[in-house]
């Protein structure tokens, strides 16, 4: 029985009977997982960090502190982003368990520590998910954070709803690209990302992915989530801008013949920094699991080198320390 998508809506180029896809076409062809996974086995990549894994963590690694209850933002590992807004704590994209993957034992493993626990979290108001890959949708994580904080609210994309209804959450809003949710003086909308879905075997892309924005009194942010590069994403700092901070993914782009229609390289990313008005930009997706080719210290090089390239200020995109925070008090 073919499984149809109770969510389509013909007039949305992104939606389709079965599921959702991307406006963009798909550069990948036929046998080319295959073709990369035997060129990475033979080559040996990814090779480790320049001075060793060790050397990575005690350059790029801090615990999270959380003092205080001024608006601050903090940089948790790959994509998780925390924003703490007129004492509302807002999660994004939580992956704090050891490995990116269904089980326990084998998957992408953790090469820095997870920055803080969810215990250590005085409250938490909202968690933002943008698609549910292991790398950005843990399930042990979500498990915590329902235990810990029962009536926490989530915002996914849509077709994600039911899955965390069967974890127990009791309030979820399900968007689809360029819906909003107002909660108080936030609101959030759900933008485009080029980029797909898969859970398990039999769910591919029947649920949608995205990036999100966050408004508030004070804040304009802009979080891609996972995406290759599209000039389709421009229209969002056309419709929602301009921002005052934005997170873009520098990470697992390596090698671009396959990776480019999922994820974006930085020099793509020193673009959409440029169209976003050159906002205060954390770097996301890079320096905790080895996804792609490119060795876990590659991308912070890349994206000094393609900002010195544009001729950009470094001091407004460069690579933070996971666990990093700074105070939103710049807006």
Sequence with gaps: MVWKNPWYDATKAH????????PEADTRQQGDLQRWRKERKASGLPFPPAGGYDAFRQQ???????????DAVWFLGHACIMLRLQQQVVLIDPALSPRASPLRFYGPKRHTPA????AQLPRLDYVLISHNHYDHLDAPTIRQILKRFPDVRFVVPLGLKPWFTRQGARHVVQLDWWQQATFGDIQVHAVPARHWSMRTLKDR??????GWTVHSQTLRFWFSGDSGYSDNLLEIPRRLGPFNLA???????????????QHMNPTQAVALHRAAGCPLTIPIHWGVFELADESLDA?????????????LDERL???????????????
């Excluded at 801090?62 to 209850?69: I, M, R, S, T, Y």
């Excluded at 920055?115 to 969810?118: E, F, G, M, T, Y």
């Excluded at 892309?205 to 995205?210: A, D, G, V």
């Excluded at 991308?299 to 001729?311: D, G, I, K």
């Design 15 to 22: 939606h389709t009977p079965q599921g959702f896809r991307n």
């Design 205 to 210: 892309n029947r649920s949608l992915w995205c």
């Design 247 to 261: 997170a873009l993914p520098i990470g697992a782009w390596a090698p671009e013949w396959f990776m480019q229609s």
């Design 317 to 331: 995109f460069s690579a933070w320390r996971i666990g990093e925070s700074r105070a939103l008090n710049f807006i």
């Design 115 to 118: 920055p803080l626990a969810i």
């Design 299 to 311: 991308p912070p090089a890349v994206l000094s080198q393609a900002m010195q390239a544009a001729q």
């Design 60 to 70: 790029w690694y801090q615990p999270a502190h959380l003092q205080g209850d001024d």
